[in-house]
């Protein structure tokens, strides 16, 4: 019984770190892509509305004022960055400078409506 509870504990801590997922796509301003997002003919329901989820990402670009990150994914999901993920992606923006879309690479993992980094690299 004692060996099956230490094992037991053992496997939960080793596939802890298995929990975070690694997600390739661009850092972008928050509140720039949120208000591009909305930006939308949402009332005119005759046509589908295709947006450019790439043009969004390049005018959203990350500068090295930026205090508020998002994360799109490949797919165009947008995540808001928490606090301590904010601050690991300006210390990235402020060794690259401002360019017209950031490609990185994330691992972390989505609590609530925030995405939490542990790491963030450039692609």
Same mark, same amino acid.
């Given at each position: 019984?004692?060996?099956?509870? !230490? ?10 770190? *298995? ?31 295709? $947006?450019?989820?790439?043009?969004? !990402? ?18 165009? !999901? ?6 301590? $993920? ?10 690259? *400078? ?9 691992? *972390? ?15």
């Amino acid at each position: 019984m004692f060996r099956g509870l !230490i094992f037991t504990s053992l496997l939960c801590l080793v596939s802890a770190p *298995g929990f975070a997922h690694t997600w390739a796509g661009y850092l972008v301003k928050s509140s720039c892509f949120r208000s591009e997002q909305r930006n939308r003919n949402a009332t005119n329901t005759e046509y589908y509305v295709n $947006s450019d989820v790439m043009y969004e !990402i390049r005018y959203c670009a990350p500068s090295v004022k930026t205090s508020s990150f998002g994360f799109v994914d490949a797919n165009g !999901i947008f995540y808001k960055l928490d606090p301590a $993920s904010n601050a690991r992606a300006a210390a990235l923006v402020r060794r690259t *400078g401002k360019r017209r879309g950031l490609p990185v690479t994330v691992s *972390g993992e989505v609590q609530g409506k925030f995405l939490h980094l542990q790491s963030v690299r450039m692609r």
